[in-house]
Nanobody, 121 residues
Framework: AQLVESGGGSVQAGGSLKLSCEGS????????MAWYRRAPGKERELVST???????GYEDSVKGRFTISRDDRNNKLYLQMNSLKTEDTGVYYC????????????????WGQGTQVTVSS
């Protein structure tokens, strides 16, 4: 299976971008899917998740600005990012099919290569 992100780029603070993630080689419709990001010099962090029932979760700093969605018919995941801030800069990764340990998500089976998002002031 493969995940390929697209839609990254450079934008000024306050602007918007929409990231896309297209899956192939596997049907992800029953999977928990997520977006992560890695800011320069920082560890990778969870941005947002969505389960097979479209229940969404967000990291506090992006609540009200980012929206995750999925299109299972086309095996796609999206992240609409509005009111972007300089601290949103980083490489954004798509992840599919959560791996659970003790009821908590500890990893994902599939990861994309990432797409760069740069927000300038």
């Amino acid at each position: 299976a493969q995940l390929v992100e697209s839609g990254g780029g450079s934008v000024q603070a306050g602007g918007s971008l929409k990231l896309s993630c297209e899956g192939s080689g596997y049907t992800f419709d029953s999977c928990v899917m997520a977006w992560y990001r890695r800011a320069p010099g920082k560890e990778r962090e969870l941005v947002s998740t969505i389960d097979k029932r479209d229940n969404e979760g967000y990291e506090d700093s992006v609540k009200g600005r980012f929206t995750i969605s999925r299109d299972d018919r086309n095996n796609k995941l999206y992240l609409q990012m509005n009111s972007l801030k300089t601290e949103d800069t980083g490489v954004y990764y798509c992840a599919a099919c959560a791996f659970f340990t003790g009821g908590a998500i500890t990893d994902y089976y599939y990861w994309g290569q990432g797409t760069q998002v740069t927000v300038s002031s």
